[in-house]
């Protein structure tokens, strides 16, 4: 099946820092989806961007299906940024997500 | 607008013991799923519908049951859980295959 592999693993960072999140996965993919987790638990939807580019003020994010990976950038970092960052795909042809390990991001006051 | 919600947040059980966790969506979308995410991993699909009347089997169906009772609601059921069954399972729904998914906030579930 289709693998996804997430990197760095852990990344820690003061305010103010700029980071670049990368997600490669091994086949063609129909969607594919940026979640943060927060520190309690909840899954936020950030982006669905199965391709080319896509902002959300300070949050940005990038997929080129061709080369099977995508980076989501996150600038002028916020101690509110922490938390889990995971990339998830699907093939469509049997609906369910396949998902990362995830990045761990910690940013320091 | 409350989007996914499950039911109970947190739940202890002893081994042997059954329960139901419930999750129901109000986007009128046509697919659901059930996830589980263990300690320092991603999500694994547990079992999903695709739509009203139909379930199948994800990752890891193993000791789990799943009902979709009508288009907003899609129960999961633990038969005789058993202390591997520790972790947060999650809800989501989507509208079709060509949109995002949207999960539910979580069910901290423990067996002891």
């Known amino acids: 099946g289709i693998q996804v592999e997430q990197s760095p693993p852990d990344l820690i960072l003061q305010e103010g820092a700029n980071s670049t999140l990368r997600c490669n996965f091994s086949?063609?993919?129909?969607?594919l989806q940026w979640f943060h987790q927060n520190p309690w638990g909840q899954l936020i939807n950030l982006f669905y961007i199965p391709s080319r580019t896509k902002q959300n003020g300070r949050l940005s994010a990038t997929t080129v299906a061709t080369e099977r990976y995508s980076l989501l950038y996150i600038s002028s970092s916020q101690t509110t940024d922490s938390g889990v960052y995971f990339c998830a795909v699907d093939r469509g042809s049997n609906y369910q997500l396949i998902w990362g390990a995830g990045t761990k991001l910690i940013i320091k006051p | 607008n409350a989007g996914v919600t499950q039911t109970p947040k947190f739940q202890v059980l002893k081994t042997g013991q059954s329960m139901t966790l419930q999750c129901a969506q109000d986007m009128n979308h046509n697919s659901m799923y059930w996830y589980r995410q263990d300690p320092g991993m991603g999500l694994r699909l547990i079992y999903y519908s695709a739509s009203e009347g139909t379930t199948d089997k994800g990752e890891v169906p193993n000791g789990y049951n799943v009902s979709r009772l009508n288009k907003r609601e899609f129960s999961l059921r633990l038969e005789s859980a058993a202390p591997s069954q520790t972790s947060v399972y999650f809800c989501a729904s989507r509208i079709h295959s060509n949109q995002p998914q949207h999960f539910g906030d979580g069910t901290r579930l423990s067996i002891l």
């Open positions: 086949d063609s993919v129909n969607n």
